[in-house]
């Protein structure tokens, strides 16, 4: 956003060209809740709630129970395990470990704990279980870099153990410490098939990603469906339909009646951008999905406190160590306490102050902002080029 003291000519249009190459996405995720009421083939999906609301990494959601979703959320330079109570609308944390970070949160039939892969500082990753409340942690697998996991039984794990460059999927029984690999080369999802004593899992051949099914006890496995292009995650309703995000869409695939994926939701947030992770409770009236959100959001929301002359609301989007630029290159100023001297006064002193949006567009991490600017009776026109990354402004480049 400019102050007046910055003037920009109109004849900004020929450098957004050399701005189209080199991106990268973005690493921003929340977690949503959304209720779903599912009438035979006919789906409605509620309002999405966001219930990490949290800077940085949000993910891997699973429901603990009906009421309750775990899922891996960052805070202090870490990822610890935790919990949602829907009842309660209140966010608690499972896990606290200062030398480990935790993923992939699970429930632990019959257990009032839940299974977790544990990452140590020193790199050391394994499976472990947490008491939900109180309590020790615990090694489940020794010896073995677990990446995914789900529960067959009580004392069954069937997982995905990372093998040089790739992932092979692994029968582990924890009463009889053995352990078997029933496939090589898999996918992260693995899910219990409702209706059934089968698994399912996702088979990497190539560039596709095949579902396939599993039989834990004889290792027998068949074809469901390929996923999408770009859908490496999915899960399934109570009625043995398959459910999965791709972009901002829900999309669904019903094995017995369809040969295609078909969607039946489109999101049209800008919070709720590229879908990467779905989940749903037992009765399948609660789905938990993951997305990035769109790089405008942070953009969108420095601009509504910047018409509102409000410093703090404005300075929240922005990295500490924000770098400013005039394009391409020409270095102007670094870091929050710059960006405060230099528009605080500014906020205070001109009442009439209004950014008109003219056109957005978003790329990425990066946002190209046209806007026309009033401040104290005169009109400007100013291109602004926002970098986001984990969902706040690192840089900004005027073009003059």
């Keep these: 956003m400019t102050t007046i003291t910055d003037s920009f000519r109109p004849k900004w249009l020929w450098a957004l060209t050399l701005l189209y190459s080199g991106l990268f996405a973005q690493t921003n995720t929340e977690v949503f809740l959304i209720s779903l009421d599912v009438k035979g083939e006919k789906k409605e999906v ?3 709630r ?4 949290n800077p940085g990494y949000d993910n891997q959601p699973a429901f603990y129970n009906d009421n309750v979703v775990l899922f891996s959320s960052m805070r202090a330079g870490q990822t610890d ?13 499972i896990t606290d470990t200062p030398d480990a970070s935790e993923y992939s949160p699970l429930k632990i039939p019959g257990k009032k704990k839940i299974s977790s892969i544990r990452l140590q500082n020193d790199g050391l990753q394994r499976l472990y279980s947490y008491p939900f409340e109180k309590g020790k942690a615990k090694e489940l697998i020794a010896d073995l870099k677990v990446g995914y996991h789900v529960w067959y039984s009580e004392d069954i794990i069937v997982c995905t153990v ?6 092979d999927l692994v029968v582990a029984d924890l009463k009889t410490n053995t352990r078997y690999t029933v496939y090589k080369n898999v996918g992260r999802s693995l899910h219990k098939i409702p209706d059934s004593k089968l698994l399912s899992f996702i088979s990497r051949e190539g560039d596709r990603y095949t579902v396939k099914s599993l039989d834990p006890v004889s290792g027998a496995s068949q074809k469901i469906a390929e996923l999408p292009d770009g859908v490496q995650d999915y899960c399934w309703l109570l009625n043995g339909t398959m459910i999965a995000g791709q972009g901002n869409r829900l999309l669904e695939f019903q094995p017995r009646n369809s040969n ?9 947030r800008p919070d709720i951008g590229s879908i990467s992770r779905i989940a749903v409770n037992n009765l399948s009236t609660q789905i938990a999905l993951v997305a990035e959100a769109s790089s405008e959001v942070p953009v969108q929301a420095q601009l509504d406190a910047y018409n509102a002359r409000d410093i703090e609301k404005f300075l929240e989007p922005y990295a500490e160590d ?7 290159d ?3 100023y670094q870091g929050k306490e710059m960006m405060r001297n230099r528009y605080s006064g500014f906020f205070k002193t001109t009442p009439d102050l209004n950014c008109e949006l003219k056109s957005r567009i978003v790329i990425g991490d990066k946002v190209i902002d046209e806007e026309a600017v009033t401040a104290n009776g005169m009109l400007f026109h100013a291109v602004a080029i926002y970098e986001v990354k984990d969902g706040i402004i690192t840089k900004v480049t005027f073009i003059r």
């Design 81 to 93: 395990i935790a919990s949602y109570h829907l009842n309660k609308q209140i966010k608690t944390w």
């Design 260 to 268: 295609e994926w078909q969607q039946f939701h489109q999101f049209i």
């Design 162 to 167: 990372l093998v040089e460059n790739r992932m």
């Design 330 to 332: 020409k270095f102007l």
């Design 46 to 48: 509620g309002i999405a």
């Design 50 to 53: 966001n219930i990490s609301n």
């Design 322 to 328: 924000v770098q400013v630029y005039d394009y391409p």
